[in-house]
């Protein structure tokens, strides 16, 4: 089983900035992709920003040059940079990682997919 713990999300005021962290935990061999998706009320759950092991990103229009994703290999951790944030922000923001599963040493075992428990993200003056 893979954890993934979310934090970072809060109340900010419109044109401020907040920063997520995700980490990872568990029987990992490797990870492929880490991101971020958010759900807001009413509305159906969509992709945020995503980055590959092979360094790729890729980010929903309308968070191009507001938010930045990152990780961190070592640490199985995946950040969001949120700046410039605007009220359609808001919402429940929810980590996604893949990769596979660890078995005895240097052993890959099959495919995990895995999504946190959510952060609320609140942009409100």
């Known amino acids: 089983q893979v954890r993934l713990v979310e934090s970072g999300g809060g109340l900010v005021q419109p044109g401020g900035s907040l920063r997520l962290s995700c980490a990872a935990s568990?029987?990992?061999?490797?990870?492929?992709?880490m991101g971020w998706h958010r759900q807001a009320p009413g509305k159906q759950r969509e992709l945020v920003a995503v980055?590959?092991?092979?360094?790729?990103?890729n980010y929903a229009d309308s968070v191009k040059g507001r938010f930045t994703i990152s990780r961190d290999n070592a640490k199985n951790t995946v950040y969001l940079e949120m700046n410039s944030l605007k009220f359609e922000d808001t919402a429940v923001y929810y980590c996604?990682?893949?990769?596979?599963?660890?078995?005895?040493?240097?052993?890959?075992?099959?495919?995990?997919?895995?999504w946190g428990q959510g952060t609320q993200v609140t942009v409100s003056s």
């Open positions: 996604y990682t893949d990769g596979f599963y660890r078995g005895p040493p240097g052993v890959r075992l099959g495919p995990f997919d895995s």
């Open positions: 568990g029987s990992i061999f490797s990870i492929n992709v």
């Open positions: 980055t590959t092991s092979g360094g790729s990103t």
